[in-house]
């Protein structure tokens, strides 16, 4: 977080554990949520009336009740929209399965995976990619 916000836009790691020994695609999804959340974070928060809201924090403030306040829930929303942390209770959670954030973020790799549907490459890049390989080739005396 201290790096984006002093400014740094490289980020290098995503996926790796193991001082980047093991790749691990659920640990891909993990790190994919924290970007997302500091990119967020990084944007700032508007002040407004409306954000600032502080007729209903003097509402939620007298029934001792912020969590219930459609406008808490509307601007949490609009703070942190992670993928792959349940927000429910841990009833709910529970009633679920109880899948912990690894479990789900396995699933969310495997989900995209499966479904991912490359582009096929056009004929001009393939031509360019055969060109570097054969140039490749004959610099290095193999054949591939």
Do not use: C
């Not at 001082?19 to 997302?36: C, E, P």
């Not at 912020?66 to 009833?91: A, N, W, Y």
Request: net charge neutral.
């Amino acid at each position: 977080m201290l790096p984006a916000l002093a400014g740094a836009n490289l980020i290098y790691g995503m996926g790796m554990l193991e001082l980047g020994m093991t790749w691990s695609h659920a640990q891909l999804m993990i790190d994919n949520d924290i970007v997302t959340m500091i990119k967020r974070a990084i944007q700032g928060i508007d002040v407004t009336d409306d954000t600032m809201a502080l007729d209903i924090i003097k509402q939620a403030h007298e029934i001792k009740d912020f969590l219930h306040q459609r406008h808490t829930v509307k601007f949490m929303r609009e703070q942190s929209r992670p993928k792959l942390i349940d927000r429910t209770t841990r009833g709910t959670w529970e009633a679920k399965g109880g899948k912990d954030l690894t479990e789900v973020a396995r699933e969310e790799a495997k989900r995209i995976i499966k479904a991912h549907q490359p582009e096929p490459l056009s004929d001009d890049v393939k031509k360019i990619l055969r060109e570097i390989v054969k140039s490749a080739e004959k610099e290095k005396g193999v054949t591939v």
